[in-house]
């Protein structure tokens, strides 16, 4: 069992994905992330084993969830900056979680 006090130490906010891109480079296939968290956080880095349910091309615009305050991680040729949060379908696969309406990008979960 974990505290309240545990768990507001994660920071989770909303973005939108701004930008996506293939990762070939991977050892698993994935997709680079670029993810706008506006106010003070900005425009995040991150990469995601994704490439079951999504394309690039359908990943921008969309809003998901991430940790903020983990430290960079290198990921191959990408540094990581967020972890973007998803959940294993039946087979494993990656789904991605976000909110189900659009709300201000930077908002914290809570």
Same mark, same amino acid.
């Given at each position: 069992m974990i505290t309240y006090d545990d768990f507001e130490r994660?920071?989770?906010?909303?973005?939108?994905?701004?930008?996506?891109?293939?990762?070939?480079?991977?050892?698993?296939?994935a997709i680079k992330l670029w993810v706008d968290f506006g106010g003070d956080i900005g425009e995040k880095r991150s990469s995601a084993q994704l490439t079951a349910h999504y394309t690039p091309e359908g990943l921008v615009g969309r809003q998901v969830l991430a940790v903020v305050n983990f430290p960079p991680r290198q990921? @191959? #040729?990408?540094?990581?900056e967020v972890l973007v949060l998803g959940m294993p379908d039946a087979a494993g696969e990656v789904v991605l979680i976000g909110p189900g309406h659009a709300?201000?990008?930077? @908002? #914290?979960?809570?």
């Open positions: 994660v920071d989770i906010r909303v973005g939108t994905i701004t930008r996506a891109e293939p990762f070939p480079e991977a050892r698993k296939p990921i @191959g #040729k990408v540094m990581s709300v201000p990008n930077g @908002g #914290k979960l809570f």
